[in-house]
């Protein structure tokens, strides 16, 4: 099994993303991306849950924890696809709190769900019936007011009783591909050069491999060509500016890396099942990002 690498929109400059959607079926692959993420899950019991090494089937209220770079998903199982689930998914940079906040004394439970959260955290439902209310209004606030609200989000979930953990895979083997520093500084030089033409010459060099064994790593690791993983980081972003801008398809298409119209249309049909301007026209669902 493949397991994807998910780019999230997120910014250097952004302290959290919050996106609130309500759909029929599960269809995002297995993932795992740097970021902490809360995902928060009503109305699909029966559905399938993959954390780590841990497979599990869920209720009708789902919340769960996942630390930076811990595979996980959710799939279609025993789950009826004509009933509509509403999720909530709340992604933060494992930089957002330092460790100099983090070992004040009253932030270190904050500090022990985090370390716990390397290994997948279920919450019950009753602190799941707790927080509720803040999870949903954490996509209707904005500004100082909504990070507060993110902080006590934390802080409720650090103190609940009757947590799990859900797996023993265990982040941060030095021979690991996906969790290496090497993928992190491969994925930084994409990051920083994406509006431009990269060459995957270039990116070999800049993790000191030859350009022969980065492109098997990749491949081996990603199921992805180089090629590939590029465009997935411009589509991401062209994704965010459809939602979040007035700017043209066009001006979108070139200020992302694409160097015309028709194959930016293309690729991203491929990634969304339907072009730029379809998608914009028909988009559900609420990001914010703070």
């Keep these: 099994m493949v397991i994807h690498r998910e780019i999230t929109p997120l910014k250097e400059d952004d302290c959290f993303l919050v996106f609130d959607r309500n759909r029929n079926d ?5 993932h795992f991306h740097p970021e902490y993420e809360i995902n928060f899950i009503h109305n ?23 630390g930076p770079n811990v595979y996980h998903g959710w799939e279609n199982f025993n789950n009826d696809t004509s009933r509509t689930l509403h999720e909530i998914t709340i992604q933060f940079p494992k930089d957002l709190f330092d460790s100099f906040f983090l070992n004040k004394n009253i932030l270190k439970p904050i500090k022990e769900l985090f370390k716990a959260s390397r290994h997948g955290i279920l919450f019950s439902k009753e602190t799941i019936l707790a927080v509720e209310s803040k999870l949903y209004s954490l996509s209707k606030k904005s500004g100082f007011d909504n990070f507060i609200e993110f902080q006590s989000l934390l802080y409720d979930l650090a103190v609940s009783r009757d947590k799990k953990t859900l797996t023993n895979y265990s982040v941060g083997d030095p021979n690991d591909f996906h969790n290496s520093e090497r993928i992190e500084k491969m994925y930084s030089f994409i990051k920083d050069n994406y509006r431009q033409k990269i060459k995957v010459e270039d990116a070999a060099d800049h993790i000191n491999m030859t350009e022969i064994s980065f492109s098997r790593l990749i491949k081996k690791s ?27 398809v066009s001006e979108i298409c070139f200020d992302c890396g694409f160097n015309n119209i028709s194959n930016f249309n293309r690729r991203f049909k491929e990634k969304q099942g339907c072009t730029p301007t379809e998608f914009r026209a028909n988009y559900m669902g609420t990001p914010n990002i703070f």
């Excluded at 599960?26 to 297995?30: A, E």
């Excluded at 699909?44 to 996942?66: F, T, W």
């Excluded at 060509?225 to 043209?248: H, M, P």
């Design 26 to 30: 599960f269809t995002f692959p297995i």
């Design 44 to 66: 699909a019991k029966g559905a399938k849950r993959i954390v780590g090494d841990h497979i599990g089937e869920i209720d009708d209220y789902e919340l769960v924890m996942i």
């Design 222 to 248: 990603t199921g992805k060509t180089f090629t590939e993983l590029v465009n997935e980081f411009r589509l991401r972003y062209a994704t965010r500016k459809l939602i979040e801008s007035n700017e043209s």
